[in-house]
């Protein structure tokens, strides 16, 4: 196994986390949007069917090809029927990605969206109406994908193994993110409570001659 990138004492026990290499995309998780990209170089987001982004937002509206609208327009159109947020990719030295853009204009650019359909907000939150705030909350959650997916692309992917007595008592990989902030909090929590060990009838005897 390569060496760790931060190791520690923690509770009796010995943390250690490793990047992980091999974990699978968070876009293979149970996601609340969906994420349409197009590259000439990399297969980004979701699998989909859509040769670019007119078609896609033509479906997504309902509008058909023969009715001569701006990409704007159908935006527009699509904001009606689903939350639609616009996705950029920052490539040099690595992919970054984001929902409001880079300050690079020659090597960054919008590759995409991400969306859920109004009717599939109802249904995951048992609503009627999506109200302004729910809009809100579902916005939140699909920028919070892209914040995955970008630490993913940058390999910000990490595993901890728990040891004591130089031996593995517990194991997780695939956390997601800063391994300060996200993989060594989780590793301490997985942490057993630190119970002194126990007297015996000899250590006592020896303790009370």
């Known amino acids: 196994m390569h060496d760790p990138v931060h190791q520690e004492a923690y509770q009796g026990h010995t943390i250690k986390i490793y990047h992980d290499p091999d974990t699978e995309s968070p876009r293979e998780w149970s ?23 007119e ?25 009606r029927k689903a939350i ?6 920052y490539d040099h030295s690595g992919l970054a990605m984001n929902t409001i853009g880079f300050h690079c204009p020659w090597d960054s650019g919008q590759v995409g969206f991400i969306y859920v359909t109004l009717a ?6 048992g609503v009627e109406r999506v109200t302004k705030a729910l809009r809100e909350k579902a916005e939140d ?4 994908e892209i914040v995955s997916y970008d630490a993913y692309l940058d390999g910000r992917v990490y595993g901890y193994v728990i040891e004591q007595d130089g031996e593995e008592v517990d ?7 800063d391994y300060v902030t996200d993989c060594l909090p989780e590793a301490r929590r997985a942490v ?16 009370h001659p």
């Open 55 to 79: 078609a896609f937002l033509r479906d997504l509206s309902g509008v058909s090809a023969l009715r001569e609208l701006s990409i704007e327009q159908l935006r527009d159109r699509a904001a």
């Open 31 to 53: 996601n609340l949007g969906t994420l349409i990209c197009w590259h000439r170089r990399y297969r980004l987001g979701d699998s989909h069917q859509f040769d670019n982004p």
């Open 141 to 144: 959650i699909l920028r919070g």
């Open 192 to 207: 057993p409570d630190h119970e002194p060990k126990q007297s015996t009838y000899s250590d006592m005897a020896q303790a």
């Open 84 to 89: 639609l947020l616009p996705v950029f990719l």
């Open 171 to 177: 194991a997780c990989w695939g956390v997601v993110g």
């Open 120 to 125: 599939a907000v109802r249904t995951e939150f």
